[in-house]
Each structure stands twice: as structure tokens, then as C-alpha cells.
């Protein structure tokens, strides 16, 4: 296979020239002359993807060749961000890329800005795995990232007078270079009908299941670039499609609609990614997209990737599947029905190979995020599944009785299948007995799991517990997002830090050279002028110079507490038109939120309808001086947050402790030189641990404290009436401030904090507000803060993808780079 060398004719500007020109003229069809912009990023993509492709054909032989373990990552979300930018950095091609385009009258910064991102993700999930799929590559790791190619991703947020609007995310409509279909290398995909026992060739009982429709899986694959390294991994991701698309006699008859039908029932199943991020909604057609993925992915593997004669009792020698919270947990039941009804396994035999080919991490400490399929969906859907969950639970009760004779109790704890309120599958219980090791994403979070979501099964199997804090990529967040400060990172400690993130320590000693601490803060100071240049031009914001930038983005969910940040907005703005505050004594500061809300959760958007009528008033009030901004870009995204991290001064992290199993925003933030203002919870712990007390704004209960007022009964409403400035900042709500006069447009969120308050917002606000105080003494000492803040890098080379990469591979994986 021809590879390009790397310091071949085509590493040269000319070669990248003669091949960007080629691609515009053949597969854009068009001149330079008469080109669009979007022709000319579609040819500069293919054309970067030609410079990877010998890679990835290399990859692909070598990996086939060796025979080695690999990584089936099986995700039902990848939140990849742009490609182009991340393909020039991985091959090394931005310089000679920026030249060559230069030569050609054009300009790769605005190219870039072309792409769509592929927003096939949520949240913290999907953005997770694609860090961790980029930290393998750039490890050698033999990996294959399954997932589905949503026709609409995560839908894009408008706001209309201050409320989220949804528009379907068309991110395919001009064209995706970066994805390769082969349609030669369909499944099909089996659902509903029934099952049939019959006694095979050896008159052993068999079972068969007789399907009563079915679509085809089309893969499409996508380029994973190693950093600098030449290998290429893969990311396949399932598309679905009828069998028979179009039924010709019908339509011939007339019935043009029914003639089609079959195709538009198929494709829906991989038409639109849910955009729920904690609250299942149970709805079929998710499960169609569970079972679709999970289905194609295994057989792909099993007959495309394994040789036709290999013995599956050695599977687990050639594949770790891991299981990306519970979403694709019915690959569990699915490899035992290939194992024993196609491959004539008995069921010992095909318990063996599977318990030891599945790893689960979950991700999440919300009960109601946990999913429980409805028996009478999964059996009308799956029914040959549903058989095989039912007998894995026998065996799984056998045990338990065993282990503690008598205990029904427990038993029923335990059992996969819960009775109330309808009967449903567990599938976290599912999961963790089926899998050779459980893992939390945070040292906290794993704690609580074993300690409160899956006692039973953590007494019964301690070992299969584990943890593996999450990490985040630096080629992305750190060496892409903030060119500024990777520079003066690597002139100074040179540039292994890259793939060695721990180096990030030999920074240390940096924080008391005040030529440094300048060079660092005139980074931070050029981000921030660039993400004004860029809230400018896309929302109209205008973002003051000299502020400090306290930035708040993930989802918008109650337990991440957006309102209790909103609390402390309302409170300064509240003090300064009271008079209470002299304006001159409030700290320049713009607080910028970036957050999307699930379309079903109400309280999450009158939230963000509360906070753009806040930051419309506040923002407008001349009595401020301009010294307080709020900021909602709408459709925050990766894209969004490459530019907003680098330039953040502030990160809030800020949820009830025991709610966020770890947050990965929170160490994008301290990597790019943010301090943060956050609880102990989630990674937040680890963080504060490694940068140290001095340099981590605290605040707020811990788990066990929030677990005590939970139990002793927590009322909000006293809160209120005890904290002068609490109630001040809600009765400003309440008196119709923000609504121009209406008194009751946010009673919900308002009498929701003051008679419910699930995430105690009431019961930490003081403590927040003491802290946001120390923020703005430390922030007035400019050479104490940029101290700080180079500190927070130094010692946060711990949180790289790489890092958990390494943990998984050894703890649970047991797989070897390749060399
Ligand atoms: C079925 C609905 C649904 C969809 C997605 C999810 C995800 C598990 C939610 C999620 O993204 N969890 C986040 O995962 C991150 C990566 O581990 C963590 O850093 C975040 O703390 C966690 O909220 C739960 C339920």
C-alpha cells in the first residue's frame, strides 16, 4: 500500500496546492475562480484526509496483521467537534496548509470557520468519548469507536424574546468529507415477531427467532488521527436504511405513500439524536436505536474484523467491549443470542466469553437517568433478548440466594427485573453483572456508587469496582483551543507536554517569574479579545474589556444549579440599584452562560428564559456602569467552547455535591488557566486536590452534609426568610423586575426554589456568595491571581484523556498499544 511519506512531494506547499486544486476540480467540479467557500473547505477537507488516508490503510493492515486485542468503545453519543482543525494538528499540516491556501488567494481560518460540527452528542457522554477515542489513537491503541450516524444531531438552540427554540440540526446539508459509507458492508438487523424452540442435529433444545421486519445498518466510517504518530483509527457509525427500499408494485398501484413507507420506517431509526441528557423517555424508537447500533456493531466485528475461522470462545482475547453508560447494555443479551442460537454455544459456554468480553462505566448518579425498559416493549421488540435477560436473571437470583441464604429481600433488590411501577429490565443491574469491572467517572463518584446506587452488587463483587476519573484531550482543549498559551508552554518547557500532560508540572516554578505571569496573562488577554471578536459576530454581544469572566457552561439541569449562579447575578444587581453596594466597589465582571435545555424539560427553559430576561435588564441598566454583563450565547457547543475556555478568568462548577458524577468542563477550565468557584463534587475534588486549597474557590456542603439535611428535612422557604440578601434577590424576581412588570412569569422557577428546591440552592447560597467575595478580593490582586492561575495548569496535567486511558487499559482493558 502506497503510504506517504511524511517528507514526501506532497508535505510540501506545492504538493498540498497541486492537491487541494485537484479536489476542488474534480470533486468539487469547479475552478478556484468560481468557488464557494463551502467548495473550498470540501476540498481542503478531502484534501487533509487524502494526506491520512495512507495512514489509515496502514493502520487498518497492521492492526489486521497483528491480531492484537482492540477496544469496541460502543457509545450511542460522540460529541466530535470540527474535524478539520484536529486533522491539520494530528498530521502536522497547518503551516503548510495556511501557505498553500494563502497561495490561492485564500484564507484557512475562514475555511475552518465553514465547518458544521457533528453534534451527535449530548453532553459530558458523547464530548467523553470522543476525547478518549483521540487519546487512544495518539496511544497506539487498537480502537473502534461504535456508534450511530444521526441524520439531525443535537438540535441547534434559538432564542426567540429570551426562550429556547429548537431547529433541526442539518449539520449533512453541505456535505460531509469526513465520512466514508459502505454500503458493501451492510447488516441486517432483526425486530419483533417471536421465538421457537427446536432440538438441532444433536437433539439439544435450541431456541430461533422468527423476526417480523427488519433494516440495514450501513456503516460509515470516520477517520481517528493519531497526534503526530501516523496511526489512524477508526470510528464506525450505523445509518439505517430499508431493506427493500422502494416497493415498485405499490407504487405502480397507486399508493405511492405505502410504496415508500418501508424506507421512511427504517431511516427513522437513525434519523435524530434524543436530546434528553438525564431523564429517559422510554419512547421505542430509542430502544430500536439502542438495539440497531449494538446489533450492527457486533456482527461487523465478529465477521468483518476477526478471521472466519476463529474460535469464539477466544473472543474476549480479540475484543473489550466497553458499554458507555447504559445505553448499549443490550449487547449483553444480543452477543449471548449470536453465541448460542447462531454459533451453537451452550449457555455456560456463552456466559463464560461474555462476562468477560463487557466493561461498564456509568455516568451518571441520578436515579430517574437510570433506564428501565418496559418487559412488554423489550419482549414485543426483542423478544429472543427478553428470554435470555429473563434467564441471566434466574442464574444472577441463583447466586444471590446462594450468597445469602434466605435473604429475599435482597434478592429482590438485586433482580434484574423490577416489578414496580411496571415491570421493567434494570439495565444498570444488567450491566454490572455482566460486566468484568463497573467503573465511576470520578473517585467521589465511584465511592457513592458503590456506597448508594449499587450497594448490593458492590458487596457481593467488590473487586468488579473500580474507578477512572475522567481526562479530557489536550490536543483539542488545550494545544487547538489556546495556540497562545500552548506557545508559551511549550517555549518554555518544550512541547512533550502534548502527549505527556503530567510535564505541564515543570511549570511550576514559572508562577513567581513575573515575565512569565505577563506573557501568561497577555494570553489569557488576547483570548479574551478574540472571543469578543467572535460573541460579536455571531450573537451581537458585546463583551467589555477588563472584566473578569465568570463563565458558566455545560446542559442546563437543576442539579448543576445554573440558578444559583443566576441568585448571586440578582443579588449584586439588586444590592447596587438598592444602594446597599456602591457601584464603584463591585468588581468589572461579565458572567457568560452557555447551555442547552432537553425540548421536554420545562423547569430547564423557564430557567433559561429567566436568566436572558436577567441578563437584558442587568446588561441594560445604567445604575451598573457597565460594571456587571451577563452573556447567553445561544447554541453552546464545541465549537462555542474552544473559543469561551481559553478566555474564562472564572469556572463555575457549582452543583450539589453528590449530583455530578465528575464534569469534564471543570478540567477544560484549570487546564486553560481558569480558577474555579465550585462544591466538592464530582472531579471538582481531585481538582481542588491537585492545584491546592489556595488556588480553588470552595464553597458549600459536601456529600455527607447534603445527605444529613436531606435526611433531617430540608426547607427551603427558611432560607429565605433568614438571609436578607436571598430574599432581597427573589422578591427582585417576584416583583416582576426581569418581565417587564409581570409578577408571575417565573412563579415556577421562583416558588419551585422556594417549596421544593431539590438541589438545595437555598441552603449553599450564603456560602457561595462568601465565596464569589474571596474571587473578587483574590481578582483584585492581579499578580496573586495570574499566580493562581498558571498553578491550576501546572498541576493539572493529571486530567488528559491519555491519563484515563492508560487506567482503563490497565485496570480493566488489559490491551497494548501497538508500536
Ligand atoms: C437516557 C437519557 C440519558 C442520556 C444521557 C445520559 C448521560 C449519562 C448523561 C451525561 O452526559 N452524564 C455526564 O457524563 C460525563 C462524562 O462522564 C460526566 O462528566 C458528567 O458529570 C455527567 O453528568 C444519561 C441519561
Redesign the pocket.
Given at each position: 500500500v502506497a503510504t506517504a511519506p511524511v517528507n514526501g512531494p506532497l508535505f510540501s506547499v506545492d504538493g498540498f496546492v497541486k492537491e487541494f486544486i485537484h479536489e476542488l476540480n474534480t470533486a468539487q467540479g469547479v475552478a478556484l475562480a468560481r468557488s464557494s467557500v463551502n467548495d473550498q473547505y470540501l476540498a481542503l477537507a478531502r484534501t487533509v484526509k487524502n494526506y491520512l488516508m495512507a495512514r489509515w490503510l496502514d493502520t487498518n493492515r497492521k492492526t489486521r496483521e497483528a491480531k492484537v486485542k482492540t477496544v469496541g468503545y460502543l457509545s450511542a453519543e460522540y460529541l466530535l467537534g470540527r474535524q478539520l482543525g484536529n486533522a491539520l494538528l494530528a498530521s502536522d499540516l497547518n503551516e503548510i496548509a495556511d501557505k498553500g491556501l494563502e497561495l490561492c488567494g485564500l484564507d484557512l481560518v475562514t475555511l475552518r470557520n465553514q465547518e458544521v460540527e457533528p453534534g451527535l452528542g449530548?453532553?459530558?457522554?458523547g464530548r467523553?468519548a470522543a476525547c478518549f477515542i483521540d487519546s487512544l489513537a495518539t496511544m497506539n491503541v487498537p480502537c473502534i469507536g461504535y456508534g450511530i450516524r444521526y441524520e439531525y444531531g443535537i438540535f441547534r438552540q434559538t432564542f426567540v424574546d429570551g426562550r429556547q427554540v429548537e431547529q433541526p440540526d442539518t449539520w449533512l446539508a453541505l456535505g460531509s468529507p469526513w465520512e466514508f459509507p459502505h454500503p458493501d458492508a451492510s447488516v441486517q438487523v432483526n425486530f419483533g415477531g417471536h421465538t421457537e424452540k427446536y432440538r438441532d442435529a444433536d437433539g439439544k433444545e435450541r431456541t430461533h427467532w422468527l423476526p417480523d421486519w427488519n433494516v440495514l445498518g450501513v456503516p460509515y466510517n470516520y477517520m481517528v488521527p493519531g497526534y503526530l504518530n501516523g496511526r489512524v483509527n477508526t470510528l464506525r457509525l450505523w445509518s439505517a436504511q430499508a431493506t427493500k427500499a422502494f416497493d415498485l408494485p405499490t407504487f405502480n398501484a397507486g399508493d405511492y405513500a405505502q410504496a415508500v413507507r418501508a424506507q421512511t420506517f427504517a431511516e427513522n431509526i437513525s434519523k435524530v439524536l434524543y436530546p434528553?441528557?438525564?431523564?429517559?423517555q422510554g419512547k421505542e424508537l430509542r430502544l430500536q436505536q439502542q438495539y440497531f447500533f449494538v446489533a450492527c456493531s457486533l456482527r461487523d466485528f465478529i465477521d468483518n474484523e476477526l478471521e472466519d475461522d476463529f474460535d469464539l470462545h477466544h473472543l474476549d482475547e480479540r475484543i473489550i467491549l466497553q458499554l458507555n453508560?447504559t445505553?448499549p447494555v443490550i449487547a449483553v443479551p444480543e452477543l449471548m443470542r449470536i453465541l448460542m442460537d447462531e454459533k451453537g454455544f451452550d449457555w455456560d459456554e456463552a456466559w463464560a466469553v461474555t462476562t468477560k468480553c463487557f466493561a461498564y462505566t456509568c455516568?451518571?448518579l441520578l436515579p430517574e437517568?437510570l433506564?428501565v425498559w418496559p418487559t412488554e416493549l423489550l419482549g414485543r421488540l426483542l423478544p429472543r433478548h427478553l428470554e435470555i435477560i429473563y434467564a441471566i436473571n434466574e442464574q444472577l437470583l441463583e447466586e444471590v440466594r446462594e450468597a445469602y441464604p434466605g435473604d429475599e429481600l435482597r434478592a429482590r433488590r438485586m433482580s434484574i427485573i423490577a416489578e414496580f411501577p411496571e415491570r421493567g429490565v434494570r439495565m444498570a443491574y444488567l450491566a454490572t453483572y455482566a460486566a468484568t469491572k463497573v467503573n465511576g467517572?470520578a473517585a467521589l463518584h465511584s465511592q457513592l456508587l458503590r456506597d448508594k446506587v449499587l450497594p448490593d452488587f458492590s458487596e457481593m463483587w467488590p473487586d468488579r469496582f473500580t474507578n477512572v476519573t475522567?481526562g479530557v484531550t489536550p490536543r483539542r482543549f488545550v494545544k487547538m483551543a489556546n495556540p497562545k498559551l500552548s506557545e508559551l508552554i511549550s517555549d518554555t518547557i518544550g512541547g512533550g507536554w502534548v502527549t505527556d500532560l503530567e510535564r505541564l508540572r515543570e511549570l511550576e516554578p514559572f508562577a513567581d517569574d513575573p515575565d512569565f505571569r505577563a506573557q501568561f496573562a497577555a494570553a489569557k488577554d488576547w483570548n479574551k479579545r478574540r472571543l469578543a471578536e467572535v460573541l460579536r459576530k455571531r450573537d451581537g454581544i458585546d463583551l467589555p474589556d477588563g472584566h473578569l469572566l465568570d463563565v458558566m457552561v455545560k446542559r442546563l439541569h437543576e442539579y448543576k444549579r445554573q440558578s444559583l449562579k443566576l441568585l448571586h447575578v440578582v443579588s449584586l444587581y439588586e444590592q447596587v440599584i438598592s444602594g446597599k453596594l456602591p457601584v464603584d466597589q463591585l468588581t468589572p465582571r461579565t458572567v457568560v452562560f452557555g447551555a442547552k435545555a432537553a425540548p421536554g424539560y420545562k423547569m430547564a427553559k423557564d430557567t433559561i428564559h429567566l436568566i436572558n430576561r436577567v441578563a437584558a435588564t442587568v446588561s441594560a441598566d445604567p445604575r451598573l456602569e457597565g460594571r456587571l454583563k451577563v452573556a447567553f450565547p445561544a447554541n453552546y457547543n464545541v465549537t462555542l467552547a474552544e473559543k469561551l475556555i481559553p478566555a474564562a478568568d472564572l469556572s463555575e462548577q457549582i452543583s450539589l455535591a453528590g449530583m455530578?458524577?465528575?464534569?469534564?468542563g471543570n478540567m477544560k477550565f484549570a487546564l486553560n488557566g481558569a480558577l474555579t468557584i465550585g462544591t466538592d463534587d464530582?472531579a471538582n475534588v481531585e481538582i481542588r486536590e491537585l492545584v491546592g486549597d489556595k488556588h480553588f474557590f470552595l464553597f458549600g456542603m459536601n456529600e455527607p452534609q447534603v445527605a444529613e439535611l436531606g435526611a433531617k428535612g430540608y426547607n427551603p422557604e427558611s432560607y429565605y426568610e433568614d438571609n436578607p440578601q436571598l430574599k432581597a434577590a427573589l422578591d427582585l424576581v417576584l416583583s416582576g423586575h426581569f418581565s417587564g412588570g409581570d409578577q408571575h412569569l417565573f412563579d415556577a422557577v421562583v416558588y419551585n426554589l422556594l417549596n421544593s428546591d431539590r438541589f438545595m440552592a437555598l441552603a449553599d447560597f450564603q456560602s457561595y456568595v462568601d465565596a464569589q467575595a474571596r474571587v473578587e478580593e483574590r481578582y483584585a490582586d492581579t499578580d496573586a491571581w495570574t499566580r493562581s492561575a498558571v498553578l491550576n495548569v501546572a498541576r493539572s496535567g493529571f486530567f488528559s484523556s491519555d491519563r484515563s486511558m492508560r487506567e482503563y487499559i490497565q485496570r480493566i482493558w488489559h490491551t497494548q498499544p501497538m508500536m
Open positions: 449530548n453532553g459530558g457522554l467523553l434528553e441528557d438525564s431523564t429517559p453508560d445505553h455516568h451518571t437517568a433506564e467517572v475522567n455530578e458524577a465528575s464534569g469534564t464530582g
